[in-house]
């Protein structure tokens, strides 16, 4: 079975997308690190020992990647919502059976297989190409080689995902591509003309929030 690892915020830049995440959840992301080769970096915030927060943003120090940033995040439409500020646009889940999974979909489904390592941590990873994640609702797949990986290593915020949740038109299809990956049980599906996803958090003084796509 998978699980979700972490949800991830697009930004224009990590200075914005830090005083997003402090405005809405009241704490504020910690230094990441770059992804070389893939035109992005990261700030990072734990939501406890299993789930954690991402803000994720193009790093001016690298050259636009062939095959574009993750998270469609060289789409035009994209570049224009986070022109109005950064919003959450994606997720990623952890499987203890990355390969498995990805040989069974295929690269043109799955993404290609890329391995990384950050510090004490690596990790294998395949990130769903465009067109084919049903607008970030379809997640990229992580396998931590610790069988852990970055949430337990990060201070806790107080934070915590309460419930992830998304919409599209096509519900059968959003359905059978999330039992593909064995995560049927992950979150919740709706019916809607326009595809979203929906975070819903809860601070760490107890008020409850919720971050949206689109």
């Given at each position: 079975?998978?699980?979700?690892?972490?949800?991830?915020?697009?930004?224009?830049?990590?200075?914005?997308?830090?005083?997003?995440?402090?405005?809405?959840?009241?704490?504020?992301?910690?230094?990441?690190?770059?992804?070389?080769?893939?035109?992005?970096?990261?700030?990072?915030?734990?939501?406890?020992?299993?789930?954690?927060?991402?803000?994720?943003?193009?790093?001016?120090?690298?050259?636009?990647?062939?095959?574009?940033?993750?998270?469609?995040?060289?789409?035009?439409?994209?570049?224009?919502?986070?022109?109005?500020?950064?919003?959450?646009?994606?997720?990623?889940?952890?499987?203890?059976?990355?390969?498995?999974?990805?040989?069974?979909?295929?690269?043109?489904?799955?993404?290609?297989?890329?391995?990384?390592?950050?510090?004490?941590?690596?990790?294998?990873?395949?990130?769903?190409?465009?067109?084919?994640?049903?607008?970030?609702?379809?997640?990229?797949?992580?396998?931590?080689?610790?069988?852990?990986?970055?949430?337990?290593?990060?201070?806790?915020?107080?934070c915590r995902l309460v419930a992830l949740e998304a919409e599209h038109h096509d519900v059968d299809a959003l359905r059978q591509a999330?039992?593909?990956?064995?995560?049927?049980?992950?979150?919740?599906?709706?019916?809607?003309?326009?595809?979203?996803?929906?975070?819903?958090?809860?601070?760490?003084?107890?008020?409850?929030?919720?971050?949206?796509?689109?």
């Open positions: 079975m998978a699980e979700i690892d972490h949800i991830v915020i697009g930004a224009r830049t990590l200075d914005e997308g830090a005083a997003y995440v402090e405005a809405h959840l009241g704490a504020r992301p910690q230094p990441g690190g770059r992804h070389d080769g893939i035109g992005t970096h990261n700030l990072v915030m734990g939501l406890g020992p299993d789930c954690y927060l991402e803000v994720i943003a193009a790093d001016p120090d690298q050259p636009t990647p062939p095959q574009g940033r993750p998270f469609d995040l060289d789409d035009p439409s994209v570049k224009l919502m986070l022109e109005a500020g950064p919003h959450l646009i994606g997720w990623v889940a952890r499987t203890p059976a990355l390969e498995a999974v990805a040989a069974r979909l295929g690269p043109a489904v799955a993404g290609e297989v890329r391995a990384w390592k950050r510090g004490t941590l690596s990790w294998r990873m395949a990130m769903p190409p465009q067109r084919q994640d049903m607008r970030n609702l379809i997640p990229s797949l992580i396998q931590w080689d610790d069988g852990q990986g970055a949430a337990p290593r990060l201070a806790d915020s107080g999330l039992a593909a990956r064995g995560l049927e049980e992950a979150l919740k599906v709706r019916r809607s003309p326009h595809p979203r996803l929906v975070a819903r958090m809860m601070r760490a003084d107890g008020t409850e929030v919720a971050l949206a796509s689109g």
